[in-house]
């Protein structure tokens, strides 16, 4: 048989039944909350009026009158008591008001009420005081829950919505598709210009270590990239990225960046990430995207080629293997100079460091872990196989040259 907690006597504080004093004293206790909560806390003084002393008013007035039910029934809150408090904790999310905000204010008011319930408690009081703050804490637990739960849940459904925007606005600009339908449908907007990325990530720490969860890393390791993205002109950039790149779209809302900036912004994404990051970036109109995107993957194919060290590469700063890289006939001549290192791999090897080293016998046998003596050797069998001599300077841009479209067609 099961006891009727309200056939109890009323939990009292101070000589006044508790349920009793909180149902009298809603009104004056949602004023004083409500006037600290604006004076606290800036982002309420930044909401409408109206909302404020309306909408989460009445949030506060219902939290103290169920609380006076829950008193009085001696239980706890159930599910559907909550309803309104997670209604509201939605728009909250929907108006872009911070979660700790939300819930500050929610321990900031059932705080308060406290305080003024327990303010004349007395030595007589203690066990009704306890009975009273357990029921305190499990009200504000299922209230964080609640709220928080609904807060969440309405953040994911606006960011996938924005996200579907976003990668139909990505493809439809890499396609070169009509943009109007996009637009409309998403409610998104053109930039002027667009900085076209095409990323190659390296592997973190993390995602090679043993006992880590490769795949939890690189989600890591994915998200933080994209906030880092986001944070090149302050907009949300459109990417269609994995841990190992991709390609990613950064709105300029103003005119075109300058490169040392952006330089340095890979460099420090790169840093954060704790990664090796190869970049090739075009900077277009929308109309220009499509091309951009192709140019970028190209970019950043020569840099990973030719061994080029981790940064931000434009157009300018892969000239020479970019157009000796397109097929022609000069490409495939150019490649067959050094046809007689064929097979010879430790030749090609030990000539790619040499021109690569500035041409240092030092600094290549270092790279190669072989003595200099022996680049010596192979650089003089280089020279009797090919009749190219790399420390002669007028045999010097035609290796280079030879290099890159031996390269660019395998």
Not at 227 to 235: H, K, N, P, S, V
């Amino acid at each position: 048989m099961t006891t009727d907690n309200r056939m109890l006597p009323p939990l009292r504080i101070a000589g006044r039944p508790v349920a009793q004093w909180l149902s009298v004293s809603a009104a004056d206790l949602t004023n004083l909350v409500i006037s600290r909560l604006v004076d606290e806390l800036p982002i309420y003084r930044a909401l409408p009026r109206e909302e404020v002393h309306g909408e989460i008013a009445d949030i506060v007035t219902r939290n103290i009158e169920l609380f006076a039910t829950l008193v009085f029934e001696r239980r706890a809150a159930r599910d559907s008591e909550l309803t309104e408090q997670r209604n509201s904790a939605a728009r909250r999310a929907e108006e872009g008001v911070p979660l700790d905000a939300v819930l500050h204010a929610y321990h900031f008011g059932i705080g308060m009420a406290s305080k003024e319930l327990f303010a004349d408690a007395g030595p007589d009081d203690i066990a009704d005081v306890r009975i009273v703050t357990g029921m305190i804490l499990d009200f504000l637990r299922r209230l964080t829950i609640a709220v928080s739960a609904a807060y969440l849940e309405e953040r994911q459904t606006m960011e996938s919505q924005a996200n579907s925007g976003r990668r139909s606005l990505m493809s439809a600009l890499v396609a070169g598709d009509d943009l109007d339908a996009v637009l409309g449908r998403t409610g998104l907007r053109l930039a002027p210009h667009y900085l076209a990325l095409s990323l190659a990530v390296g592997e973190s720490a993390d995602e090679r270590s043993v006992g880590i969860s490769g795949t939890v890393a690189g989600r890591r390791k994915l998200r933080r990239l994209q906030a880092e993205l986001d944070r090149i002109t302050g907009e949300p950039a459109l990417t269609v990225i994995d841990s190992g790149g991709g390609t990613a779209l950064v709105p300029c809302p103003a005119s075109p960046p300058d490169w040392e900036p952006l330089r340095a912004a890979v460099d420090r994404m790169s840093r954060s990430l704790h990664v090796e990051l190869r970049v090739g970036g075009v900077i277009a109109t929308p109309a220009e995207v499509p091309a951009a995107v192709e140019q970028a993957a190209e970019i950043v194919r020569l840099v990973e080629r030719t061994g080029r060290p981790p940064g931000l590469y434009r157009l300018a700063d892969v000239l020479l293997d970019y157009q000796l890289s397109r097929p022609s006939p000069a490409r495939r001549e150019l490649a067959r100079l050094l046809a007689p290192l064929a097979g010879k791999p430790e030749l090609m090897q030990t000539l790619e460091a040499y021109v690569a080293g500035g041409l240092n016998r030092r600094a290549t046998a270092a790279a190669l872990a072989v003595h200099a003596n022996t680049v010596d050797y192979r650089m003089r069998r280089v020279l009797e196989l090919t009749g190219l001599n790399p420390a002669d300077p007028a045999d010097l841009p035609r290796i280079g040259a030879a290099l890159v479209a031996l390269r660019a067609g395998e």
